[in-house]
């Protein structure tokens, strides 16, 4: 076993889509899915773009807010999680930051609380 401190992991800025504050650092990238680790500073944003996959986006700690397309801005905190379908835009930003875990897989599928696809 290994513990994984992933404050400590090597990040590399991202400023695509006009992302702001966003940092990422890869845990996993293989052709079934990739994970990441995702710190969005106090007043940042992750810049609307598309899902090439479905994806997870899992909140470790702090809060922000997450919209898909141009629908309203909701909020988001640690202990939950947004999913996207391939092909939507979606955005995130935090007034406070943020740090999530990034799934991306064309595996997932949004598995609702009553257990339905």
């Known amino acids: 076993m ?9 990040v590399h800025s991202i400023e695509a889509f006009g992302s702001i504050g966003l940092s ?7 052709p079934a899915a990739e994970v990441t680790v995702l710190r969005v500073e106090a007043g940042g944003k992750i810049g609307s773009h ?13 809060g922000g807010e997450v919209r898909s397309g141009d629908g309203p801005w909701l909020p988001i905190g640690a202990g939950q999680a947004a999913f996207w379908a391939a092909g939507e835009e ?28």
């Open 2 to 10: 290994e513990i994984v401190d992933l404050t400590a992991l090597p």
């Open 90 to 117: 979606h955005a995130t930003r935090s007034k406070g930051g943020l740090t999530v875990l990034a799934i991306e897989s064309t595996e997932l599928c949004n598995k609702t609380a009553n257990g339905t696809h």
């Open 24 to 30: 990422a650092a890869k845990l996993v990238r293989e």
């Open 50 to 62: 598309p899902a090439p996959v479905g994806q997870l986006l899992v909140v470790l700690s702090g």
